[in-house]
């Protein structure tokens, strides 16, 4: 085998080995800069609109899809975020799913928290596509703002939820 | 997903979760790209050292992509949302293994030693061959039947006895090379050590994980660092005491300092205390040095990382000299692989040593790639544990890549000279079968976690009641 063909193979295998390496970094990129932003695309193809659609019901889709910064589109609530206690920064994409919280391990945001029951409040959807929030029996109580829940609730955008030590939110 | 064009009646219950994407076909790609690389390479070595590409380089392929394949197929079906880089790295990793072995198969002068000591030389690539294949069984039963990781939790205390049991046995089995880390049983030898490794894992998280609170919280703050009472030693110190006994009854460095080094890493992710780091450091520093006093077998191993080259070091082994003359001779680009001369090393060349051929063929870019992709799997567990929500599954992430990652720093660290040599192996390439079969394992338990982690939470049952609750509302 010639001196030269050896040569190209091993500078070819180790460019190979690093592309390698460079392939599987960019597959991790989608981790750093949040494997959201993919989804908020599709999300806003469909899962956003049906929930707008009760707000816009007249307006074709096709104008929907250009009405990116509209008025209504700005005032619904894209994610639930925590901005106190031990799980401070999670948040969670609002899709028409409920959200239950608690200590149990089942539970969409798992509270670590000593003042939090196992399943202390859910936040869900109602037919319009308001964020309701209502609190599920717990022993030290769910409160909007300063008030103690006792029936379900409309959630207004930014205000606090607090459950013991962990505050959440819903922001756009 | 439903359609744009709901009528509003119907829209809140057609919604359904957009999860993340499950990212099977980009495993799959590079699953395909980690089987090629090693085919090139098997290719390379051929022509390099015959002339010719190799006769088995067809069935080699095969194979590995057989084996590569089941792999994947099983997570498709049965953990579709898990990590997507694991299997591949994993796979590549066990594949240039596979060759490299190959390569040191192909030695004269491996052939002739073998011939002397043995009488006998027998192929170990083969061999290695069939202990990947029992890896992938392994790997594919838990991703089968390991259906939730915190049913592990339930075995805290029982995985602490079997571990005990697996880390005390070899004591009882004749030293091999100077070290007992084996259990003979009948033929065949297993290497207790590779799998205590994750069974103690699951001791530590699951244990660590109810005690958590009390060593995290009963401190006293001194100069910047929070004192633990001294009740609260008791763990660490029990620990400490085990891997110190490791060290002198099996005379092994690079065991000990891997259960120590696994448990501080755990016990600071669940304490969020550095002051455990501290500890830890100094403890493992003053054991090493107050048994390297007493134990020739460790001050023989301090020598030869000292003074490598000395007369007295030389005489009874050449083997860290030998390898560092591999990473030394193969510069930045390295000799090219089938060219390099890491057979001189002789006994352990394709076990212990194998990272030195990798040093001399592949040379610094190669060995940065290689660590790379080690790097990688230690960061895809890490990643699974910020990602899982049970704190039971993220200290096991986090404790089976930290042992992961230390076991690459010890063998890697010691083959180089950067601290004393321990009879560890490099996980996946390393030639021998508990080392394959037990990081399979271990990657298998790590993409039962991620796929649990990374599964969008299930869609949201009809509830009965809403209409009839929602009709109430103003």
């Not at chain 2, 066990?94 to 030389?121: C, E, H, M, T």
């Not at chain 2, 571990?163 to 090379?177: D, G, H, M, T």
């Not at chain 2, 007493?294 to 001050?299: D, I, K, L, M, T």
């Not at chain 2, 003074?307 to 009874?316: E, G, I, L």
């Given at each position: 085998m010639s001196e030269l063909t050896l040569t190209v193979m091993r500078l070819g295998f180790l460019a190979v080995l690093w592309l390698f390496v460079i392939v599987a970094v960019q597959v991790i990129r989608s981790d750093l800069f949040g494997t959201r932003v993919t989804q908020r695309g599709s999300r806003r193809e469909s899962g956003r609109p049906q929930q707008q659609a009760a707000r816009q019901q007249a307006a074709p889709p096709q104008q929907r899809q250009q009405a990116g910064g509209g008025r209504q589109r700005r005032n619904a609530p894209t994610k639930l975020v925590v901005s106190e206690g031990t799980l401070t920064g999670t948040t969670v994409a609002l899709q028409g799913q409920t959200i239950t919280l608690g200590r149990a391990h089942d539970s969409t945001i798992v509270l670590d928290d000593d003042y939090a029951s196992s399943r202390h409040a859910r936040i869900y959807p109602d037919r319009d596509g308001n964020w309701i929030v209502e609190d599920l029996g717990s022993t030290n109580g769910t409160y909007l703002d300063r008030s103690r829940l006792t029936t379900a609730t409309p959630i207004p955008l930014g205000a606090p939820i607090r459950i013991g030590k962990t505050v959440i939110e819903l922001r756009k | 997903m439903s359609s744009t064009t709901n009528t509003p009646t119907h829209h809140t219950s057609t919604i359904g979760a957009i999860g993340a994407p499950s990212r099977r076909n980009t495993e799959l790609a590079l699953l395909v790209f980690a089987v090629v690389i090693p085919v090139f390479a098997y290719a390379n070595v051929g022509l390099a050292i015959n002339g010719s590409v190799p006769s088995g380089l067809l069935g080699y392929g095969l194979g590995l992509g057989l084996l590569a394949g089941v792999g994947h197929l099983v997570v498709r079906k049965f953990a579709p949302y898990a990590d997507p880089l694991l299997?591949?790295?994993?796979?590549?990793?066990?594949?240039?293994?596979?060759?490299?072995?190959?390569?040191?198969?192909?030695?004269?002068?491996?052939?002739?030693?073998?011939?002397?000591?043995?009488?006998?030389?027998?192929?170990?690539?083969?061999?290695?061959?069939?202990?990947?294949?029992?890896?992938?069984?392994?790997?594919?039963?838990?991703?089968?039947?390991?259906?939730?990781?915190?049913?592990?939790?339930?075995?805290?205390?029982?995985?602490?006895?079997?571990?005990?049991?697996?880390?005390?046995?070899?004591?009882?089995?004749?030293?091999?090379?100077?070290?007992?880390?084996?259990?003979?049983?009948?033929?065949?030898?297993?290497?207790?050590?590779?799998?205590a490794k994750i069974i103690i894992a699951i001791f530590f998280s699951g244990y660590l994980m109810v005690k958590r609170d009390a060593l995290a919280l009963a401190s006293r703050r001194f100069i910047g660092l929070y004192l633990p009472r001294g009740r609260d030693l008791g763990p660490i110190i029990t620990v400490w005491a085990m891997s110190l006994?490791?060290?002198?009854?099996?005379?092994?460095?690079?065991?000990?300092?891997?259960?120590?080094?696994?448990?501080?890493?755990?016990?600071?992710?669940?304490?969020?205390?550095?002051?455990?780091?501290?500890?830890?450091?100094?403890?493992?520093?003053?054991?090493?040095?107050?048994?390297?006093?007493?134990?020739?077998?460790?001050?023989?191993?301090?020598?030869?990382?000292?003074?490598?080259?000395?007369?007295?070091?030389?005489?009874?082994?050449?083997?860290?000299?030998?390898?560092?003359?591999?990473?030394?001779?193969?510069?930045?680009?390295?000799?090219?692989?089938?060219?390099?001369?890491?057979?001189?090393?002789?006994?352990?060349?394709?076990?212990?040593?194998?990272?030195?051929?990798?040093g001399e063929e592949l040379g610094l870019a190669g060995v940065m790639a290689v660590l790379l992709l080690y790097g990688l799997i230690v960061e895809r567990g890490v990643r699974t544990a910020l990602a899982a929500r049970d704190p039971f599954g993220k200290l096991l992430a986090v404790g089976l890549s930290s042992a992961f990652a230390i076991q690459v720093f010890v063998v890697g660290g010691g083959v180089m000279g950067l601290i004393p040599l321990s009879g560890m192996t490099m996980p996946f390439v390393a030639y021998g079968g508990s080392s394959v079969i037990a990081n399979w394992a271990l990657i298998g338990i790590l993409m039962r976690i991620s796929d649990t982690a990374r599964r969008p939470a299930p869609a949201p049952i009809a509830n009965p009641d809403a209409e009839m609750t929602q009709v109430v509302r103003p």
């Open positions: - | 299997l591949p790295l994993a796979t590549l990793l066990n594949g240039l293994g596979l060759v490299v072995i190959w390569r040191l198969d192909q030695s004269p002068r491996l052939q002739q030693r073998a011939k002397y000591l043995f009488g006998a030389f027998s192929p170990d690539a083969p061999k290695q061959l069939l202990y990947s294949a029992l890896g992938i069984a392994f790997f594919a039963v838990i991703i089968v039947f390991l259906k939730d990781h915190r049913l592990l939790q339930r075995y805290t205390y029982i995985s602490m006895v079997v571990a005990l049991i697996l880390l005390v046995a070899p004591v009882f089995f004749p030293a091999v090379n100077g070290a007992k880390i084996w259990i003979s049983i009948g033929s065949f030898t297993i290497q207790p050590g590779e799998f006994l490791i060290l002198i009854f099996e005379t092994d460095l690079g065991t000990s300092l891997l259960f120590f080094g696994m448990f501080v890493v755990v016990l600071y992710v669940a304490t969020e205390r550095t002051s455990w780091i501290v500890f830890g450091l100094l403890m493992s520093s003053a054991g090493a040095v107050g048994v390297a006093s007493f134990e020739p077998h460790v001050q023989q191993r301090v020598q030869a990382w000292l003074h490598p080259f000395s007369d007295k070091v030389m005489a009874q082994s050449d083997q860290v000299a030998q390898s560092l003359m591999s990473f030394g001779s193969g510069g930045v680009l390295g000799t090219g692989l089938g060219q390099g001369n890491s057979d001189l090393i002789g006994f352990a060349a394709n076990s212990d040593f194998v990272f030195a051929t990798f």
